[in-house]
């Protein structure tokens, strides 16, 4: 069986706050839908970081009624389209634009629909040769500078992704069911969660950030303790 798995991580320690999974393909089991899962998750002032897949009308609509903010690079269709000479500019290559809500995607029921919004203000910035679109809107609050920084941070989820399945082993699944499957896969993620526990409480023991350890050498210096 093959399934798609999404993962809710946090960026300071690197623990699995969430996860989600379905089959590889069909109706429902895009990574959109699997997230939309996991929004229970996610807590007023939170910031969401995610890559260009996600930042579309209506899971920023989402995250903006549950009062979170989100980072993301542009999607490509619209990254191609952005014209920094329209909409309040709040800086070079920085501006805030109103988008206007698409018409009722398939997945979505009438009354869904007509719960979202008709518009939603955004903010689009260029830095480091990207276009992102955020939620943050305030530039007094948040530079153009912090926004980017906080996006080149996302690196570390692709890290956290490799240990998960690479340091851990858990690239190819023994079970062949999709029921024992999905146990198998909670099993690791739990034992993924006790290393990133021991790591954090090492880190406060010796006044240290959860992010200056190796999750690689903490799980060598764990079996070998």
């Known amino acids: 069986p093959l399934l798609r798995l999404v993962v809710l991580l946090c960026l300071s320690t690197g623990a699995l706050i969430d996860a989600a999974m379905g089959p590889c393909a069909g109706k429902g089991s895009d990574e959109q839908s699997l997230f939309r899962e996991m929004l229970d998750a996610l807590d007023s002032g939170d910031i969401l970081i995610a890559d260009a897949f996600y930042p579309t009308y209506f899971l920023l609509c989402e995250l903006v ?38 018409k009722r995607p398939e997945w979505m029921s009438q009354w869904e629909y007509d719960q979202v919004p008709a518009t939603l203000q955004v903010r689009e910035l260029k830095a480091g040769g990207k ?10 609050e948040t530079s153009k500078r912090e926004v980017a920084a906080l996006l080149r941070r996302r690196w570390h989820v692709e890290l956290d992704i490799r240990n998960i399945k690479t340091t851990l082993g858990m690239e190819h699944l023994r079970c062949k069911t999709p029921d024992m499957a999905r146990k198998e896969l909670w099993v690791y993620l739990l034992a ?4 990133r526990l021991l790591m954090a409480q090492s880190a406060l023991l010796a006044d240290q950030i959860p992010r200056q350890l190796s999750f690689k050498h903490s799980v060598q210096i764990w079996l070998a303790w």
């Open 65 to 102: 009624l549950g009062g979170v903010d989100g980072v993301f690079e542009q999607y490509g269709a619209r990254r191609r389209s952005t014209n920094f000479a329209l909409g309040e500019r709040l800086g070079p290559n920085d501006h805030l634009i109103t988008l206007t809500k698409p």
């Open 131 to 140: 276009i992102l679109v955020t939620t943050v809107l305030d530039p007094k």
């Open 192 to 195: 993924y969660n006790l290393i």
